[in-house]
């Protein structure tokens, strides 16, 4: 009797310790501002630690200057920044961090086409450095342009927008041949507070790519696919539209799927049924999704296996981050026209709820990786 008392005791004990290492570890990397030296637009990047969602303090990673002899620098807050390898951040202007060594490892400028297994591939189009890829090694901890001519890593081909009249234009510029008129009438781009940027386009495949049209109002935006070998021009779908104050964040969700956030517009392009629709609720990443146009309540966040409302905040869709178990938002207090940050809500995933998360002004929610 007394040596089966010892192992179930044994046994107990073995249980007890089973369930204290099933702890998930999950981290949350966020930018906050240094506002007193506003030359330098100083960015604290801070690690959050979080225990099954319950959070467990912080961690200081590093301090990047936003700006440097009165130009951008390090820019964590223009478009948005990747995680990769549970490591290093790539922000939307092309900087790579690595948060495990604390330390910037490029403060060029370039666009992100693509990680892969040690490198980042990226591609700059600037009218005093001109065209060509460049490749980091994170193994090596090298940058360098890519000399062979062959090298492509992006779809499409050469398509550019000709600005320099109303209605824009799109030619296509073949190599070592002359220019082609795709498209005589382009739309009259988006009126933001920037001025006009060019309108969202991306490659479906090597021939077909999709392009926005605004009209001269700014009262609708349309969705075209073009050839360029057939140059057929086919419309796609259109949507009324407001001119907002900034340029869309274009998001390739999957290799039917991209969308276009404009704050609270959230416009789903799905070239599988050629169908263009505003979305009510982000496209669903991890399992989540988040409610687009605010309401005096706040957005709506589910759970989409069981199409479970969660919560309900005011918070802004850029700053919505999940992982395969966990959710974080920036909560914003809305009093008349103006927001004011109230902290951050985290799902804690154990006790089925969230919780509130103190922390002072939020620059960039960045996202989650695993510790």
Request: proline share 4%.
């Amino acid at each position: 009797m007394r040596k089966q008392f010892v192992i179930i005791y044994f046994l107990f004990f073995l249980t007890l310790g089973s369930f204290g290492q099933d702890g998930i570890k999950h981290a949350l990397i966020v930018v906050h501002v240094e506002t007193p030296i506003k030359s330098e637009f100083k960015q604290k990047i801070y690690s959050y630690h979080f225990l099954n969602g319950h959070f467990t303090g912080r961690t200081e990673l590093i301090t990047v200057n936003g700006k440097q002899a009165g130009k951008d620098y390090i820019r964590t807050d223009i478009g948005t920044c990747i995680l990769y390898k549970d490591r290093y951040m790539i922000t939307g202007i092309g900087n790579i961090i690595d948060l495990q060594d604390k330390k910037i490892l490029f403060d060029g400028r370039a666009q992100l086409i693509r990680c892969s297994n040690d490198s980042a591939i990226f591609f700059t189009n600037d009218y005093q450095k001109g065209k060509f890829y460049s490749v980091y090694n994170f193994k090596t901890n090298t940058y360098g342009e890519v000399k062979n001519l062959t090298f492509k890593a992006k779809l499409g081909q050469e398509v550019e927008y000709d600005k320099t009249a109303y209605p824009f234009k799109l030619n296509l510029y073949p190599q070592n041949k002359p220019k082609v008129e795709l498209v005589k009438d382009a739309g009259y781009g988006q009126t933001v507070t920037e001025g006009k940027p060019d309108p969202p386009m991306w490659w479906i495949d090597n021939t077909t790519f999709i392009y926005t049209y605004y009209n001269k109002e700014n009262t609708e935006v349309s969705f075209y696919k073009v050839n360029v070998d057939s140059k057929s021009n086919t419309l796609m779908g259109k949507l009324p539209f407001k001119p907002g104050a900034k340029a869309p964040i274009v998001t390739r969700e999957d290799k039917n799927v991209t969308t276009l956030n404009y704050g609270d517009k959230l416009i789903s392009v799905n070239i599988k049924n050629d169908k263009v629709e505003d979305l009510s609720f982000t496209y669903p990443v991890n399992g989540f999704a988040a409610e687009v146009i605010e309401s005096n309540p706040g957005r709506r966040i589910l759970q989409m296996n069981n199409n479970k409302e969660l919560g309900k905040f005011h918070f802004q869709l850029k700053n919505f981050k999940t992982n395969d178990k966990t959710i974080a938002v920036v909560k914003e207090l809305i009093v008349g026209p103006e927001s004011y940050q109230q902290g951050m809500a985290v799902w804690n995933f154990d006790q089925m709820k969230f919780e509130k998360v103190d922390a002072e002004e939020v620059l960039t929610l960045v996202g989650w990786i695993n510790e």
